[in-house]
């Protein structure tokens, strides 16, 4: 009877955490059209499990200058897009550290990123994949089982 109590948790909890994330998708697929109807978007992202994952929207005009940005910052799938205020007017490949010094430090990283994606794309280059939490949670338990010096099949290598 327990057994089945906790296999119904876990799939109401499970089903909750794919509704919510589904409305968090949502939220930011508004916020990016609507900086994408006024011109190019630079995204930048800093995702964390424990920590405040992060994501910056710039809106570009056509001299890759800076016209609005937005971030979301935050724990829970209630996290919402706020007003980045302080970099309008600069261009987006001439960001130095000093123009955002004053932001918290995830929302640096996440601001460091798009100007490496956005710099990257201008480039013509393609954009790499930033591993989720949970595949980096996976690849290590993965790496502990392969690494050299771990018996394989009964032997050392």
């Not at 409305?23 to 499990?49: D, S």
């Not at 424990?50 to 001299?63: A, D, E, P, W």
């Not at 205020?85 to 550290?97: A, D, R, V, Y």
Request: overall charge positive; glycine content about 8%; proline content about 2%.
């Amino acid at each position: 009877m327990f057994l089945i109590m906790l296999i119904i948790i876990l799939a109401v909890g499970f089903v909750v955490q794919y509704l919510f994330g589904f409305v968090q998708i949502k939220h930011f697929t508004k916020h990016y059209t609507e900086l994408r109807e006024n011109g190019r978007v630079a995204i930048g992202r800093r995702p964390a499990v424990i920590r405040s994952g992060t994501l910056v929207l710039f809106q570009l005009n056509n001299k890759n200058e800076i016209e609005e940005a937005r971030y979301m910052q935050g724990v829970t799938v209630f996290s919402r897009f706020k007003q980045l205020t302080g970099l309008e007017g600069k261009k987006m490949n001439k960001l130095q550290e000093e123009d955002f010094a004053n932001y918290n430090k995830l929302l640096r990283r996440a601001i460091v990123d798009a100007k490496h994606t956005f710099n990257v794309v201008q480039a013509g280059g393609e954009i790499e994949r930033i591993p989720s939490p949970m595949m980096k949670a996976m690849k290590r338990v993965n790496n502990m089982f392969t690494k050299k010096g771990v018996k394989k099949h009964g032997v050392h290598s």
